[in-house]
């Protein structure tokens, strides 16, 4: 049984390691280099993350700056984030790209937050999701007499508990990330 409830926990930890992640690439303001993650530049006919054909860096608060490996890659990486639902337009000077984030509007960060909320309850829903599959494990185990009702019980009690503690840690990253992007 432990092994079993280990795998659920498991689940439960990836699923909020992909709320986390989602939460890196929302952009509160200040440039952060997350935001770049999901974005492919065309290379030698491979789509391949800014990250590995170029040095990014945070010059100012508010400014990423890429600079390529090859100059030949300016134009992909231009154009990347161009078709990117980034939403900004980047500075190309010749040899760096520069993406200037402007100041967020209160509409727009009120805006973020509901979103950041959103994903939030989507996260919580897949936790509860992975403890109702869990204890419907649990109890397929107990009645082909593999288990105890008080194995049953002590089953339920430590699926519930880590589902607590997964929520919790949910409500957390909700609260920080909302806290962050109403930071003016």
């Known amino acids: 049984m432990q092994e079993s409830i280990k795998k659920f926990e498991e689940k439960m930890t990836k699923s909020i390691d992909v709320l986390l992640e989602e939460y ?48 030949s890659l300016l134009k992909e990486i231009e154009k990347a984030i161009n078709m990117s639902d980034l939403g900004i337009n980047p500075t190309n000077d010749g040899s760096c790209i520069r993406l200037i984030f402007p100041e967020l509007t209160e509409e727009r960060r009120k805006e973020l937050v509901k979103d950041v909320k959103k994903k939030g309850e989507a996260c919580k829903v897949a936790v509860r999701n992975i403890r109702r599959d869990a204890i419907d494990a649990i109890k397929k ?5 593999e288990f105890t ?15 607590d503690k997964a929520i919790e840690r949910v409500d957390k990253a909700i609260e920080d990330k909302s806290k962050e992007i109403l930071t003016v």
């Open 24 to 71: 890196a690439s929302i952009r509160a303001g200040r440039a952060n280099p997350h935001v770049l993650d999901r974005i492919k530049v065309e290379y030698y006919g491979t789509p391949t993350p800014i990250q590995q054909v170029g040095n990014i860096s945070v010059p100012e608060p508010r400014i990423i700056q890429i600079a390529p490996w090859e100059k």
């Open 141 to 145: 185990l107990e009645k082909a007499r």
């Open 149 to 163: 009702e008080d194995d049953l019980k002590d089953g339920e009690n430590k699926i519930q508990k880590i589902t």
